[in-house]
């Protein structure tokens, strides 16, 4: 079974209604891990036992005529971010320990209860500290659109297992682009929720803070949106989780209608944009146009980069979780590019911290005068080619760190945000078009990224899988 010909919906309704067990689902799942794990590397466990003994649970409680859940026998790999339970919660780091988690997060603990099963982890890079997912942990994750490419982060290896089709979900996080960025790059059509939508809660306080949020991902926006509809929802050891809201999210990725109206923005005012993936997502939005979406050409919401307060933010996160590392025995251990975010956020001032704040307020009521003209703005999501492995995003030429200047800022403005599979390059990897709307509007951006799937109508079979 290739999950990418499958609908995650449909799976699992076959196994609710016995067409098809559980266990075929996930013996199906474990023997693509098989054949396709030695080129990818987009996991750092699997536990096949452990797996199937689930699944077969799921089967027994269906012929006992139990209600096992919406997402009956889907197999699932989990971020190597989050606990779930009997499999170690490594972080991509040396540093971490192989004991195994005893409970499951939050997230975790809803899709289980949904009915799914996991399979394994899935990689990451250390911390989830950037947009390439390679570890000293586990080396190098790669894209099955290309194997000399990264499949992005730090959700990478989650974004690889969709899109070659090892499992129909998966889940991720985003602090910066985590979510949005590997979508992009493998085809896929993921989304940040507004922050709070998914609760982060747990016993410990999130690794990012404010910043990050976490969610399913799979292959298209309607299975995302099935996937959340048991996600969402307050958590009481989350102070900043939200209520539901409205009629199942599902349902707006089901009954597509194209927006009125939206503003494209090609560079936010301060970004620099490859030439050729500028070319592609104008294309797309020339497709919307002809569909008759009505579309305005914005390029001056944000006059400046916003990647000092992000970088402020996230600096200092990362040396409240890993500061204490500093000149210890460890410290050698660590990412040299992780040592200098922890480094950069020891010298952060609590004046510094707040002043990033203030730009949290600024740069929302930028982007709320935008949204004057229309609900919905267009972005490139990367600004940059996909890069090759061990190496940055390229523009026009050139590697930049700048290749990823359109997903942070939407983490500190907590705007939902997603990204729809709008065309390719010439050497046929992936370009991603985001979508992000007002304040709390996760059913608009759902509903627009559903009708974008089939304007774009783009094949998103990748060659690996």
């Known amino acids: 079974m290739d999950f990418r010909k499958h609908r995650l919906v449909d799976v699992a309704a076959n196994v609710r209604s016995r067409q098809i067990s559980a266990r075929e689902v996930t013996e199906a799942a474990l023997d693509r891990v098989a054949q396709l794990e030695p080129q990818l590397n987009a996991f750092v466990c699997v536990d096949p036992e452990r797996a199937l003994a689930e699944a077969d649970d ?5 012929v006992g005529g139990e209600s096992v859940g919406p997402l009956a026998g889907i ?4 971020k190597d971010l989050e606990d779930a339970a009997g499999f170690p919660t490594r972080y991509g780091s040396p540093l971490s320990t192989d004991t195994p ?5 939050v997230l975790v603990a809803r899709l289980r209860a949904a009915g799914c099963v996991i399979i394994g982890k899935t990689t990451t890079p250390a911390y989830g500290h950037k947009g390439l997912t390679e570890s000293e942990l586990t080396g190098i994750t790669r894209n099955p659109w290309s194997l000399e490419r990264t499949p992005g982060g730090s959700s990478g290896g989650s974004a690889a297992a969709l899109a070659a089709g090892i499992v129909p979900l998966a889940t991720g996080s985003d602090g910066g682009g985590s979510i949005r960025i590997p979508s992009a790059l493998c085809a896929l059509s993921g989304l940040k929720t507004t922050q709070g939508r998914v609760p982060l809660g747990g016993p410990t306080p999130p690794g990012s803070g404010l910043l990050t949020v976490k969610g399913p991902m799979a292959s298209g926006i309607a ?3 099935f996937a959340l509809d048991v996600c969402v929802g307050p958590h009481p050891t989350d102070p900043f989780s939200l209520p539901r809201s409205g009629s199942p999210w599902y349902e707006a990725a089901t009954s597509v209608r194209l927006p009125g109206r939206v503003v494209f923005s090609p560079n936010m005012g301060f970004a620099e944009v490859d030439n050729e993936i500028a070319e592609v997502c104008l294309e797309a939005v020339k497709q919307l146009e002809a569909a008759g979406v009505e579309v305005s050409i914005v390029n001056d919401i944000w006059d400046e980069d916003p990647l000092i307060a992000w970088f402020t933010i996230w600096t200092a996160l990362r040396a409240r979780t890993q500061g204490h590392l500093a000149n210890t025995p460890a410290w050698d251990q660590i990412d040299r590019s992780l040592r200098f975010q922890i480094e950069t956020g020891l010298a952060v001032s609590g004046v510094d911290l707040l002043a990033s704040f203030d730009a949290i ?4 009521l930028d982007l709320d005068r ?3 003209q229309a609900p919905l703005i267009l972005t490139p999501m990367c600004a940059g080619q996909t890069p090759f492995v061990e190496h940055d995003g390229v523009i026009n030429g050139e ?3 700048g290749w990823v200047a359109f997903s942070y800022g939407l983490n500190l403005t907590r705007n939902p945000a997603g990204s729809v599979n709008c065309g390719f390059t010439a050497d046929g990897m992936p370009v991603g078009l985001q979508v992000f ?4 509007d996760d059913v608009g951006v759902i509903q627009a990224m559903a009708a974008f799937e089939e304007v774009f109508a783009t094949d998103r079979v990748a060659p690996v899988g």
């Open 370 to 372: 935008a949204f004057e």
């Open 437 to 440: 709307g007002r304040q709390l």
């Open 361 to 364: 307020h600024n740069l929302n």
């Open 101 to 105: 988690a005893v409970g499951d997060s």
């Open 223 to 225: 299975d995302t949106a």
């Open 399 to 401: 590697e930049q760190p």
């Open 58 to 62: 799921v089967d027994k409680r269906l």
């Open 75 to 78: 197999p699932v790999g989990v």
